[in-house]
Every structure is written in structure tokens, then in C-alpha cells.
């Protein structure tokens, strides 16, 4: 059954009135104070509270908890309740399955996200390169400064009402105290217990597990990923990797797109055992990952600082990984593959993200690779399903 909860009393009038001021400018197409807006979430966080007024208050006050909203597998698209259709139609939030349950689950976006991903939109959908620039330069700033801010140690006394926010069980961190950070970006990449994840079939090169705690799809090909999900007509591979060779070699790839919430464990890992040939940074802009801005004409993966690298497996075969910062994502660290000849097994960890939501694609050759059914039927949908760093997830064609 849809479960609720009627009352938020840690939401204050300030969230109330920024949501309602979000949406007064959206139905005007007011982009300047959208703006202000954006702005007014980012000094509301560094300020007083992440949630109350902040970067994660929601987008719909009607909903403003994704995490108590949670649909039956069953469930057919016209028995969803009429107020959770009108959320998804409006860009809200989004559906997700939990793939242990085969549950349905309402995902509320940000009002930071929200109205980042609709100045986007406008800035592309009307051509207003100037606008667009501005809203470039707007994004770069507010991440800078929330990323310095939750570098402060002023900022851990953000911590509880994130924890309380997103219902994390912190049991599972290796520091599962939260008085134990000395930041707010120290306990945004916390570790796990290795206990808490454990890695599938750990000795089996054949295996591919997940990279992250994340929602995540996977497409037998470029094309099928293009048809169904990345809808920016600059995505190519070409354009994703910067690197012409690079992109000939994986031509009409495999692909797994797994994307991190702001409440998932932000480490990344290693989905099969292998060693690092190459990697390089490319700059740019700071742009929401959320699958409503993906599935738009907005070209988010090959706009973004990322971060490109390639790898040999064992028996020879090559695979690319990129690690794509987003809105309110500041770093991009990699710890374990940090040079050319490092070299992890699976399951161990690659790097780390500060602060926000983000993504990493893996990129297989064509053909090398077969998908779990479950996720394959799931990404065709298309929706994204919440699995866990570790998890099996595929399997390579020997």
C-alpha cells in the first residue's frame, strides 16, 4: 500500500515560502528571480539549515518526504494517486523501483535542483546563450561556495537534520556517530562497512557488480541508452570522453548509468578487477544530474567536470568509467585509480564525491557484456532502480 506521513513539523515557513516563491517565478517564466531563488537555498544551507529553507528542502510541499511514499510492484501507472502523477507531470520528483522489494518509490527532487534543472531547460529550449551563461556562471558559484561551506567545521551541525532528513541508518558507517566528523563534506563521504556491502562473487572475474549505492540503468548499447534515456543531442561517445580514439573503440557500447542521490553513500568502486591505463579531467559546468533533466534535450553528461578513465581487465579486455560531477558537487576525488597503473580488484574503492548528486557511466564494448534481466526490463520502462555498491549487476560474455 502508498504509505504517508501528513505532517512535517521539521519543516519551517521559511521551506513553505521558498517553494511557494519557486513556483510563483516558474508559472511567470521569471528567470532572473529563479535566480535569486537558487541563490536564496544556497545561503539559507550555509546559514541556518540544509532542510529548512535550504538546498534539500522539497520542490512540492505537498510531499516532503520521497522515502514515505512507497508503491506496491503491482501497482499500474494509471492506480498511481492522482497527487503523485501531477508531481512526476510537473517535475516534482520521479519514480524509482527498489529493486529487493520490486517496489515502486517516489523520489522528491530539491527545490535546488528543481529550479536549477528548469533555468537550464529555459536557457537551452529558447536559445538564450547569454541567459545560459549567466545560469553557467551561477551554477559554478553557488557550488563553489556550498562546497566551501561544507568544508567549514561550522557545518556539522548539518549533519543531524540530513540524517533525520533522509532516514540513513548510520549503523552501517564505519564512523556511525555523527559527532564524529569534524565537516559536513567528511561525513558526505563517509565510509562504509565493508560488512554492510558485501561484494558478489568476489573471486569470479566474470561478475560485474554495482559501482555505487545508486539508482541505476543499463543499456545493451549506446543507441538503445539514447533511445530510452540520454536524450541531449550532443551525447555521443566522442563527446562524453573527449577522446576520439577512445570513443571508436567502444563504438555503440554497453552502458550502466548509476546515479547518486544526495543520501547515497558517495564512494565510488571498482565494478570488475582491473588495472588503470589512463585518466584525465575535463572541465566544466555543474549541471543537475536528475533523470528529469536527462530525459530533456539537455546535453548534462557532456557538459559537466568530469572525469574519463580506462582500464584493463585481466584477461585483456578494456572498459571506461566516467565520473561526472553535478549541481552542488564540488570534488571529484579519486584515491585508489588516481594514475595509470593502479590497479584495484572488484568491489575496491576508486574515489569519492563532494558534495551532492552525481554519476558514474560505465562504458563496456559491445557485446561483452549481458545485463540482470531485472534491470534490463526495469531501464526499458524507462525507470532506474536503487541498488547497492556490490551488488551483481552483470555478467561478461567469456
Same mark, same amino acid.
Given at each position: 500500500?502508498?504509505?504517508?506521513?501528513?505532517?512535517?513539523?521539521?519543516?519551517?515557513?521559511?521551506?513553505?515560502?521558498?517553494?511557494?516563491?519557486?513556483?510563483?517565478?516558474?508559472?511567470?517564466?521569471?528567470?532572473?528571480?529563479l535566480?535569486?531563488?537558487?541563490?536564496?537555498?544556497?545561503?539559507?544551507?550555509?546559514?541556518?539549515?540544509?532542510v529548512? @529553507?535550504?538546498?534539500?528542502?522539497?520542490?512540492?510541499?505537498?510531499?516532503?518526504? =520521497?522515502?514515505?511514499?512507497?508503491?506496491?510492484g503491482?501497482?499500474?501507472?494509471?492506480?498511481?494517486?492522482?497527487?503523485?502523477?501531477?508531481?512526476?507531470?510537473k517535475?516534482?520528483?520521479n519514480?524509482?523501483?527498489?529493486?529487493?522489494?520490486?517496489?515502486?518509490?517516489?523520489?522528491?527532487?530539491?527545490?535546488?535542483?528543481?529550479?536549477?534543472?528548469?533555468?537550464?531547460?529555459?536557457?537551452?529550449?529558447?536559445?538564450? /546563450?547569454?541567459?545560459?551563461?549567466?545560469?553557467?556562471?551561477? /551554477?559554478?558559484?553557488?557550488?563553489?561556495?556550498?562546497?566551501?561551506?561544507?568544508?567549514?567545521?561550522?557545518?556539522?551541525?548539518?549533519?543531524?537534520?540530513?540524517?533525520?532528513?533522509?532516514?540513513?541508518?548510520?549503523?552501517?558507517?564505519?564512523?556511525?556517530?555523527?559527532? @564524529?566528523?569534524?565537516?559536513?563534506?567528511?561525513?558526505?563521504?563517509?565510509?562504509?562497512?565493508?560488512?554492510?556491502?558485501?561484494v558478489?562473487?568476489?573471486?569470479?572475474?566474470?561478475?560485474?557488480?554495482?559501482?555505487?549505492d545508486?539508482?541505476l540503468?543499463?543499456?545493451?548499447?549506446?543507441?538503445?541508452?539514447?533511445?530510452?534515456?540520454?536524450? @541531449?543531442?550532443?551525447?555521443?561517445?566522442?563527446?562524453?570522453?573527449?577522446?576520439e580514439?577512445?570513443?571508436?573503440?567502444?563504438?555503440?557500447?554497453?552502458?550502466?548509468? /548509476?546515479r547518486?542521490?544526495?543520501?547515497?553513500?558517495?564512494?565510488?568502486?571498482?565494478?570488475?578487477?582491473?588495472?588503470?591505463?589512463?585518466?584525465?579531467?575535463?572541465?566544466?559546468?555543474?549541471?543537475?544530474?536528475?533523470?528529469?533533466?536527462?530525459?530533456?534535450?539537455?546535453?548534462?553528461?557532456t557538459?559537466?567536470?568530469?572525469?574519463?578513465?580506462?582500464?584493463?581487465?585481466p584477461? @585483456?579486455?578494456?572498459?571506461?568509467?566516467?565520473?561526472?560531477?553535478?549541481?552542488?558537487? $564540488?570534488?571529484?576525488?579519486?584515491?585508489?585509480?588516481?594514475?595509470?597503473?593502479?590497479?584495484?580488484?572488484? $568491489?575496491?574503492?576508486?574515489?569519492?564525491?563532494?558534495y551532492?548528486?552525481?554519476?558514474?557511466? $560505465?562504458? /563496456?564494448?559491445?557485446?561483452?557484456?549481458? =545485463?540482470?534481466?531485472?534491470?534490463?526490463?526495469?531501464?526499458?520502462?524507462?525507470?532506474?532502480?536503487?541498488?547497492?555498491? $556490490?551488488?551483481?549487476?552483470?555478467?561478461?560474455?567469456?
Amino acid at each position: 500500500m502508498l504509505t504517508s506521513s501528513s505532517n512535517h513539523p521539521e519543516y519551517t515557513e521559511e521551506h513553505y515560502n521558498l517553494s511557494k516563491e519557486a513556483e510563483e517565478h516558474l508559472s511567470n517564466n521569471n528567470h532572473q528571480a529563479l535566480m535569486e531563488t537558487f541563490s536564496k537555498s544556497v545561503d539559507a544551507t550555509t546559514k541556518g539549515n540544509i532542510v529548512n @529553507g535550504g538546498i534539500h528542502s522539497p520542490s512540492n510541499s505537498e510531499h516532503p518526504k =520521497w522515502y514515505h511514499r512507497k508503491l506496491p510492484g503491482w501497482v499500474h501507472y494509471h492506480l498511481i494517486p492522482d497527487s503523485l502523477m501531477v508531481s512526476v507531470k510537473k517535475r516534482y520528483g520521479n519514480f524509482v523501483i527498489e529493486r529487493q522489494t520490486s517496489e515502486y518509490k517516489y523520489e522528491e527532487m530539491p527545490i535546488a535542483t528543481r529550479v536549477g534543472m528548469h533555468l537550464l531547460f529555459a536557457g537551452y529550449a529558447e536559445e538564450k /546563450f547569454v541567459e545560459l551563461n549567466t545560469i553557467h556562471h551561477l /551554477f559554478q558559484t553557488e557550488t563553489l561556495k556550498q562546497g566551501a561551506y561544507f568544508d567549514d567545521p561550522k557545518s556539522v551541525n548539518q549533519i543531524p537534520a540530513f540524517i533525520q532528513h533522509y532516514g540513513l541508518d548510520m549503523s552501517q558507517y564505519e564512523i556511525s556517530d555523527p559527532a @564524529g566528523y569534524k565537516t559536513f563534506n567528511e561525513f558526505f563521504a563517509r565510509k562504509v562497512k565493508p560488512e554492510a556491502r558485501p561484494v558478489s562473487s568476489p573471486e569470479d572475474d566474470s561478475v560485474i557488480t554495482s559501482s555505487a549505492d545508486c539508482r541505476l540503468v543499463v543499456f545493451p548499447t549506446v543507441t538503445a541508452c539514447t533511445d530510452l534515456w540520454v536524450k @541531449g543531442k550532443k551525447f555521443t561517445l566522442a563527446t562524453l570522453l573527449q577522446d576520439e580514439a577512445l570513443a571508436t573503440e567502444f563504438e555503440d557500447a554497453s552502458v550502466a548509468i /548509476f546515479r547518486l542521490a544526495p543520501q547515497d553513500y558517495h564512494r565510488y568502486h571498482a565494478p570488475a578487477s582491473c588495472t588503470m591505463e589512463s585518466v584525465k579531467e575535463i572541465a566544466g559546468s555543474y549541471f543537475t544530474v536528475n533523470p528529469c533533466a536527462v530525459k530533456e534535450d539537455l546535453n548534462v553528461f557532456t557538459e559537466n567536470h568530469r572525469c574519463v578513465a580506462s582500464f584493463r581487465r585481466p584477461d @585483456g579486455k578494456r572498459f571506461a568509467m566516467v565520473f561526472v560531477g553535478a549541481l552542488l558537487v $564540488g570534488t571529484i576525488k579519486n584515491t585508489n585509480t588516481s594514475a595509470p597503473g593502479d590497479s584495484v580488484k572488484k $568491489g575496491e574503492e576508486m574515489g569519492y564525491f563532494q558534495y551532492g548528486g552525481s554519476t558514474v557511466i $560505465g562504458i /563496456f564494448p559491445k557485446g561483452d557484456v549481458t =545485463w540482470d534481466d531485472d534491470l534490463l526490463k526495469n531501464s526499458q520502462q524507462p525507470v532506474e532502480t536503487i541498488v547497492h555498491m $556490490g551488488d551483481h549487476v552483470g555478467k561478461f560474455i567469456q
